[in-house]
């Protein structure tokens, strides 16, 4: 009865201590505040990882350093944030081969959400995905645009948007190249794409190739795929590819590298163009975004994992994090500083300094015209086993 | 200024060390590395040497930690790109990091590593960039502006067309000038020579891109590349060499060569060219060109850890941070960072257009690019090369004559039937080994005369250069590479031609084809050094010094090689 008391009084003393401590700790940290632990006590940190997209490598890297400087905790416990920057397909092929275990993913595009979902059901009894606050959510939107050197936008007379691509199509199949327009010092033309087995937009300006060749925006089918008249009118256009980078940001990259030398058409995310069209005229002069008629959205979904590798509190301080990717504040520095569309509704375009306005010139532009219906996983499949058997790179 | 001046000094050294016929350099600095450090040794293309320098001294001041707790040191080693890729592929260098002068190598370098290694890969397929500098035609200003620049473009067909054509600056209203002197590196060594000869293939097949195996082994290509083979003056070890021969001797010896944009902005600075004859242009072919972009290649064989990779990896971080780019564009190098723009020394008062190239020529399939080099080594310019060889007695200490003839087989093993050779000892008196004549037929006959020399006698230098030179001369120039390759071990004492004589005669053949005396200071005995050296000066040739060690030779005869 005795060592039952003294238990008991045990216990009691150790749940006290640690009530005071989590009072003592609470009362040192205000709210946002970064005052500094208490010395001599210090709880495990817990720490999770989230595997994304490299196209928003800057602007998670910011909100994670100004995320972590409000001292967040869960439980009373510090987070720690690792961030895996992954090509937005290879997240969902390594989650599936199991040598990728992080606490949330953000690929660009929900097409890799759904590649995700199928392909882990078809393995286990488990979602992977939740349902409700904790179900995916777009925490930034950008199109596809594409961005071409001004002086060759203008010698094609580029400004139509209905036949942007059967412009350019006609263009890179000539076998006069730019002598067509009046510029044979300007050789052949060049497109320039990323490589659609390691890259999103890679896939989807494939997708917006084919849609635009049979002239709908929904229900992309195999046939359309398989047809023999789109797969020439394809190889005109991945034929004057001189080189597919693996990763979009790369891509847009040696495009103010190399300039009109080896880029004069090429499809980047919106926010890559906005980035770079101070840093083209320091190269090679201006550029000019030019979008599509029919667009294919990129929202970056943030998804927290349902998986045996997640604990509770991983998943509260995911959660935690998202909501701060969502704030008001962090989303119009994603759009001021970054070139983003938010992902949050509730936030305004109109803001001081918005790209939107600053760079209207260069044709970017607030409108997008209709999306176009994501195909279903075996037409996206089938596009690429296309790609890959006519060995364009 | 003082950063002017830094650069003559790294061209300076450069020069020195070329001169000096340095060979595989081990990366000078290695006893400065501390104690117990994770050495990173990178081997790159010598043309970002300058910059290279500059900066990697001040990587390895900041001492750094690797994650082992260890000090990180760059050990960087400048060599020819081609030959930086044989030797990691052959296994004889295990660097961690390789940045050749172009990202045309890596899938070669990848294919023939795995071929070797169970399809392992050398390296990741795209590795970063570093540094960009468009390959050119470096053409004398005047001579571009006879050929119609900068009002018509120039292109690589045409300098195809006026070497293969033997036109002579005579056709262009410039009797004065000469014949038309062009110039690439070797292939097999050098990054730019590979661009040239494809530039050349391109020219020969009416093609930009798309070019095949079926299209370079056609008989016209092979008959386009061997005439245009037939223009070149030599070939050279790297492109810095070649930029150099190019600067300092003048519109006689060369009017274009293939080099790098970098090159031709640091032709026009009078602090490094202070008697640069007259202002230099580069031209971007017409149909296009090639980039070089110095990608930097962590590579994975089995040498490498972790440690060692994560301290690759920064220091690739430290050369790709704004401070280092704005450095490598002092150097005439265009950042790979996109966000530095492009300004000074990169104007058109340089001879450079920070506007071009306007397209490209497409880097083809690593098959394709190996047929080329095949074709190449088929339609090549063949080479005449007389070899001069002291015998005398004190050939005898040091094992000097055994080594010296064990490097001279390896060096005749390089040379191909269609080449000629002839081999002349000299002791008291000189005496013909074998005539210059095709090699192939008497190739073994050859190899065992060399074998069964000995030493005996004096050393009568002066008079059997002056003997082998003056046969030489009876050869027409053009037809094929001319070389004399001298090696001595001692002082002249039986000649009756001064050392003034033999260096006017040389000096008075200024073109880019005349015969080249190589010379080769050997052993530690009494050798005069600065007679060889001043005869291959006077001739437009290299002279090296080496010791009795075979393998030392038998570099240095590889480095004379690189020429033919």
Not at chain 1, 40 to 56: F, H, L, M, Q, V
Not at chain 2, 476 to 488: D, F, K, N, Q, Y
Request: glycine share 8%.
């Amino acid at each position: 009865m005795l060592r039952i008391a003294q238990s008991l009084a045990g216990l009691y003393i150790v749940v006290a201590l640690c009530v005071a401590a989590a009072s003592f700790v609470g009362l040192l940290v205000p709210l946002g505040g970064t005052a500094p632990l208490p010395i001599g006590i210090r709880r495990e940190p817990i720490s999770i990882s989230i595997a994304y997209g490299t196209e928003k490598e800057e602007w998670l890297a910011a909100a994670r350093a100004e995320f972590l400087a409000t001292n967040p905790r869960v439980r009373g416990r510090p987070i720690e944030i690792n961030l895996e920057g992954v090509g937005s397909r290879e997240i969902v092929r390594r989650i599936i081969d199991g040598d990728l275990q992080p606490t949330a993913i953000s690929p660009a595009s929900s097409i890799q959400i759904e590649l995700l979902r199928g392909e882990w059901d078809a393995r286990n009894t488990t979602p992977i995905l939740y349902d409700g606050n904790d179900a995916p959510q777009p925490l930034v939107v950008t199109p596809l645009v594409v961005v071409a050197w001004t002086e060759r936008a203008q010698a094609l007379a580029l400004d139509n948007p209905d036949q942007i691509w059967h412009n350019i199509h006609d263009l890179l199949a000539s076998e006069q190249g730019w002598a067509e327009v009046g510029h044979p010092e300007w050789g052949l033309a060049k497109f320039g794409q990323t490589n659609p087995e390691s890259s999103n937009s890679g896939i989807q300006t494939l997708v917006l190739l084919a849609y635009s060749f049979h002239e709908k925006v929904n229900g992309l089918s195999n046939a359309d795929i398989l047809d023999a008249d789109f797969q020439a009118w394809l190889d005109d256009m991945q034929e004057a590819v001189l080189e597919f980078p693996s990763s979009t940001g790369t891509l847009m990259q040696d495009v103010v590298r190399f300039g009109p030398s080896k880029y004069d058409f090429v499809v980047v995310y919106e926010n890559l163009a906005i980035e770079s069209i101070e840093i083209a005229r320091g190269r090679w002069g201006d550029i000019s975004v030019y979008y599509p008629p029919a667009n294919v959205l990129s929202d970056h979904p943030y998804a927290i994992l349902n998986a045996e590798w997640v604990t509770p509190e991983e998943r509260e301080a995911a959660a935690l994090f998202r909501d701060f990717l969502l704030s008001e504040e962090v989303q119009t520095r994603a759009l001021v500083e970054y070139g983003f569309r938010p992902g949050n509704p509730n936030v305004s375009f109109d803001v001081a300094g918005s790209p939107f306005e600053r760079f209207e010139s260069y044709g970017v532009q607030r409108d997008i015209a209709q999306s176009v219906q994501t195909p279903p996983a075996d037409v996206l499949n089938e596009l690429i086993t296309l790609w890959s058997r006519r060995d364009y790179d | 200024m003082r950063r002017i001046s830094l650069m003559l000094l790294m061209v300076m050294v450069t020069t020195l060390v070329a001169a000096c016929g340095d060979l595989l350099p081990t990366g000078g600095d290695e006893s400065l590395a501390p104690d117990n450090a994770v050495v990173v040794r990178m081997l790159y293309g010598s043309e970002k040497e300058a910059w290279i320098e500059a900066v990697t001294t001040e990587f390895n001041n900041q001492r750094l930690e690797s994650t082992e707790g260890r000090p990180i040191f760059v050990e960087a080693v400048p060599i020819g790109s081609g030959e930086s890729l044989d030797l990691i592929v052959n296994g004889q260098e295990q660097p961690a990091v390789w940045s050749p002068a172009s990202s045309i190598l890596v899938p070669i370098a990848n294919q023939q590593w795995a071929a070797a290694n169970n399809g392992e890969l050398l390296t990741e397929e795209n590795p970063p960039p570093v540094v960009l500098s468009p390959v050119v035609i470096a053409m004398w200003q005047p001579m571009a502006e006879a050929l119609g620049w900068p009002a018509d473009p120039i292109s690589w067909a045409d300098i195809a067309e006026i070497t293969r054509s033997e036109q002579t600056w005579a056709d262009f209203g410039h009797p004065e000038w000469g014949p038309f002197q062009f110039g690439h590196t070797h292939p097999d060594y050098s990054n730019s020579g590979i661009t040239a000869i494809l530039a050349i293939a391109y020219a020969a097949t009416e093609k930009t891109r798309d070019l095949t195996v079926a299209d370079v082994q056609h008989s016209d290509v092979a008959e386009f590349m061997a005439s245009v083979q037939q223009g070149v003056i030599h070939y050279g070890r790297s492109t810095g060499f070649f930029g150099r021969q190019m600067f300092n001797r003048g519109p006689a010896y060369l009017s274009a060569a293939v080099l790098y944009e970098n090159l031709v902005a640091e032709a026009n600075n009078p602090e490094l060219y202070p008697n640069l004859p007259l202002p230099v242009v580069a031209i971007y072919p017409e149909e296009g060109t090639f980039w070089s972009d110095h990608p930097y290649a962590i590579l994975n064989g089995p040498w490498m850890t972790d440690e060692l990779r994560d301290a690759s990896e920064r220091y690739r971080d430290y050369l790709l941070a704004p401070e280092q780019q704005q450095r490598a564009l002092e150097f005439g190098f265009r950042p790979a960072d996109p966000g530095i723009a492009i300004g000074e020394p990169l104007t058109m008062e340089n001879g450079v257009d920070p506007t071009e190239p306007q397209t490209l020529l497409a880097v083809p399939d690593a098959e394709v690019t190996q047929a080329v080099r095949e074709l190449w080594g088929e339609n090549k310019k063949r080479v005449e090369v007389q070899v001069v060889l002291d015998i005398s007695g004190s050939m005898n200490d040091e094992g000097r004559l055994n080594s010296a003839k064990q490097a001279l087989s390896t060096f005749i093993g390089q040379l191909a039937d269609e080449d000629e050779l002839g081999i002349i000892t000299f002791s008291d008196s000189a005496a013909v080994l074998t005539p210059l004549d095709p090699l192939g037929p008497k190739r073994e006959d050859v190899l065992q005369r060399v074998n069964g020399l000995f030493a005996l006698g004096g050393t009568r230098l002066i008079d059997t250069v002056a003997e082998a030179y003056a046969e030489m001369q009876q050869f027409p120039p053009g037809e094929r590479i001319r070389a004399i390759v001298v090696l001595s071990d001692g002082a002249d004492n039986a000649s009756s031609t001064s050392p003034s004589e033999i260096v006017n005669l040389l000096q008075a053949d200024e073109s880019g084809r005349s015969i080249k005396v190589f010379t080769i200071a050997y052993g530690s005995g009494g050798v005069d050094t600065d007679l060889l050296e001043s005869i291959s000066e006077a001739s437009g040739a290299t002279s090296y010094e080496s010791s009795s060690d075979v393998q030392e030779i038998e570099q240095v005869y590889r480095d004379i090689a690189t020429f033919f």
